[in-house]
């Protein structure tokens, strides 16, 4: 294609893409051809998202819990995570008939259950299960993996478990992201993108593992969040901590539930060495995302959570709670 040519089509394209037009539509868009012949698929997702219009903070509704966290210990999976949400008061809290449902796991690592890289499945089982009795109309689940995504989908055992409970699951395709406004951008700039099924969830659901990391000592509620941004996620390591406040609370989940059944200890996040796994057999949730971390790397990983820069500037910019003595906190074991 001649040079002049390709522009027009760039332009057209362009035009195109600054509609805010659905998924179906811009497949259809794509396989017909048109503008779009000038580009690979990779090139003109990009574009899409490139030029889609800017989000809004995620808006979550208001919530009281009987508790500000629940920690549940047992054997059984299933039962420890549905006592935890029960002790809250229930999924009824949070989701409501016809709502549209993210259950947002860690699934960035091609690692099979045992080697606790990534969030159990049977947890986020669980959760999709509750969801449904809630009277969820879709629970959507999704992360933005490091390793090969079909292989990190189908080796942590979460697509099919979640596939099982119900949910769709699907990879988070380069067209589905928008630039994000930020009221009061800091460390994050406003055309840093976001997944869109994230932001306009009606409720979201975090559920992390719990794990050590390399560069932010610890993985937990806060760091999960870096799977709903996409871009260049190298460039989020740099003053990571206080992006990571800044991503959590763009997207603003509704619940943290922390899969504590068996954590990584060394090596993290990746792992790979069965000797750093600890069998600790709880679940731990909470509405409140600083109060969740500070409680799991106190008790699971004897950290002071104020020693952890992205928790305590997140308690700082009055994301939570980080004073574990001040929390009205319930643990159980069945």
Request: hydrophobic share 45%; aromatic share 8%.
């Amino acid at each position: 294609m001649k040079a002049s040519k390709f522009d027009a089509a760039l332009n057209k394209a362009k035009e195109i893409l600054s509609r805010d037009i659905s998924r179906k539509s811009f497949l259809k868009i794509l396989a017909a051809g048109g503008a779009f012949l000038a580009f690979s698929s990779t090139a003109a997702k990009r574009a899409f998202a490139q030029n889609a219009k800017p989000v809004d903070p995620r808006k979550r509704r208001s919530v009281t819990t009987d508790f500000d966290l629940t920690a549940v210990t047992g054997d059984d999976i299933e039962a420890i995570t549905r006592k935890s949400v029960g002790l809250l008061g229930g999924m009824d809290r949070f989701v409501k008939k016809g709502d549209v449902v993210v259950v947002k796991p860690n699934i960035g690592w091609n690692r099979t259950p045992e080697y606790a890289a990534n969030t159990n499945p049977a947890v986020v089982a669980a959760v999709i299960k509750m969801c449904f009795e809630s009277g969820a109309k879709t629970v959507k689940v999704f992360d933005n993996t490091c390793n090969d995504q079909k292989l990190c989908y189908q080796n942590s055992g979460i697509m099919k478990a979640a596939k099982d409970a119900g949910a769709t699951v699907f990879y988070m395709d380069d067209w589905k992201y928008a630039p994000a406004r930020f009221s009061n951008p800091k460390a994050l700039m406003n055309e840093w993108l976001f997944f869109k099924d994230a932001v306009d969830a009606d409720v979201f659901i975090n559920v992390p593992i719990a794990k050590t990391h390399g560069l932010g000592t610890l993985t937990l509620s806060l760091k999960n969040m870096m799977g709903v941004t996409g871009g260049n996620r190298s460039q989020i390591h740099w003053d990571m901590d206080k992006k990571l406040a800044e991503i959590y609370d763009f997207v603003k989940p509704d619940l943290n539930i922390i899969d504590a059944y068996n954590i990584l200890t060394a090596h993290g996040p990746r792992g790979g060495d069965l000797a750093d796994v600890a069998k600790k057999r709880t679940v731990i949730a909470s509405a409140d995302p600083v109060l969740a971390d500070s409680f799991a790397s106190k008790t699971l990983f004897n950290i002071d959570a104020a020693t952890i820069p992205h928790i305590k500037i997140a308690a700082d910019r009055g994301l939570g709670n980080i004073n574990i003595a001040k929390a009205n906190i319930k643990q159980v074991k069945i």
